[in-house]
């Protein structure tokens, strides 16, 4: 594994840095979350004429890379600021099923993602499926030359504000197989489709997306017939990483935040970060957003492991579970340090803190992800697996 990030990659950390710290701060995001479209189509275009974009998408695909290490260094600086945009659902999760299994024409699209004109998402999660990707209800049954899609999402990322989404059906056996889940890209003014959009804690927009027969043409099938799950875990692995990226990039803005203020808040004449029971409280923390870090260094390195999928996903598993213990952890502990304002509107902490434990819950929260390691690592220990 190489660690080293190229020239290219940082920077394009420094410009994003920059760009967020000077072009994003916490009012401006909650100007934004307020709106609403629930994000900035300004903001969303500027991100794209910094080449941001594009480096989530592969060079083949009109990108500039896409690799782990891309997706790492673009989504922790997305974590510093908050963001809104839709990077995750977009240019990650429909992106990469796109690029990962798409034909020439769905491909084609990507090069819109890139420069900003088109906004997507992946519709997945449905109400009974807690994370397992092959809990699929929804129905898509053959009529003619047609495709009729029968089902509920929810939770689906900027819904509202997508021009297509891609949608897993059922086409083949039951709830639970791994075969019969295909992917379709769905235009979202589609007759039959309905979207609820509502706000989440930490700010962000989600909607709920009914299908009533809506109708699609045998073209919008995304990729094989009945064998659409591993387009799926593909996309999904990808938005774990983004996910732990984001996750530590908000975890040093908290950590910066609170080591301020225990160097600025004065008890008994003297800065309580001088009191040796709340710098070993600090100390610890430092110690396990370290270890989160190499966690996400790991699976970042090992998201193109092709020839191993099995120890890429186990990286990935790890680094979710690290992410959603040690989010929580800084979330809970930098608002007992902060005292009675830790929880205050007007203290980015709170917001960072509910950044966090939100993203415990998207993509699998640390019990699913533990459990998914834990059978991984059987899988790999296992002398009749190949």
């Keep these: ?10 920077m394009l950390s420094d410009t994003l840095g920059r760009f967020i710290a000077n072009r994003y701060d916490i009012d401006t995001r909650h100007k934004i979350s307020q709106s609403p479209q629930g994000y900035s189509p300004n903001r969303w275009q500027s991100f794209a004429d910094l080449g941001a974009i594009a480096a989530l998408l592969p060079e083949a695909h009109g990108g500039l890379g896409g690799t782990g290490q891309d997706i790492a260094v673009v989504f922790e600086a997305l974590g510093r600021g908050l963001v809104l945009e839709p990077f995750l659902p977009t240019a990650v999760l429909a992106g990469s099923a796109l690029a990962h299994a798409g034909n020439a024409e769905q491909q084609a699209l990507l090069a819109n993602v890139a420069d900003g004109t088109l906004i ?13 990707l092959t809990q699929v209800r929804t129905q898509a049954t053959r009529e003619g ?19 297509l989404l891609v949608v897993s059906a059922r086409t083949a056996g039951e709830p639970g197989d791994a075969h019969g889940v295909s992917l379709f890209v769905l235009p979202v003014d589609t007759p039959g489709v309905r979207v609820r959009p509502y706000p989440t804690a930490d700010g962000a927009r989600v909607a709920d997306v009914a299908l009533h027969g809506a109708v699609l043409p045998d073209h919008a099938l995304l990729g094989p017939l009945h ?11 990808r938005g774990v990483l983004a996910l732990c990226a984001e996750a530590l990039g908000a975890m040093d803005v908290v950590k910066a935040q609170t080591v301020a203020y225990l160097q600025t808040r004065q008890q008994f004449g003297k800065p309580i970060g001088s009191f040796q029971a709340l710098q070993h409280r600090m100390a610890a923390l430092l110690l396990e957003i370290e270890q989160a870090r190499s966690a996400v260094i790991n699976a970042a390195c090992a998201l193109d492991e092709a020839d191993d999928p099995i120890a890429r996903d186990c990286a990935l598993s790890a680094a979710k579970m690290t992410m959603g213990r040690v989010g929580t952890l800084v979330a809970e502990e930098c608002i007992q340090l902060h005292g009675g304002i830790g929880m205050t509107w007007e203290l980015p902490l709170a917001h960072y803190a509910k950044r966090l434990i939100a993203i415990d819950h998207q993509l699998g929260d640390e019990d699913h992800h533990l459990a998914r390691f834990i059978a991984l690592s059987r899988l790999a220990n296992d002398p009749g697996h190949p």
């Design 120 to 132: 997507m998402s992946l519709a997945h999660e449905e109400p009974q499926s807690h994370y397992d």
């Design 145 to 163: 030359a047609h495709w009729v899609l029968q089902g509920r999402k929810t939770m689906v990322p900027l819904a509202h504000q997508s021009e």
């Design 227 to 237: 064998e659409g799950l591993p387009a799926l875990a593909h996309a999904v692995g």
């Design 1 to 10: 594994m190489n660690f080293t990030h190229t020239d290219n990659r940082r």
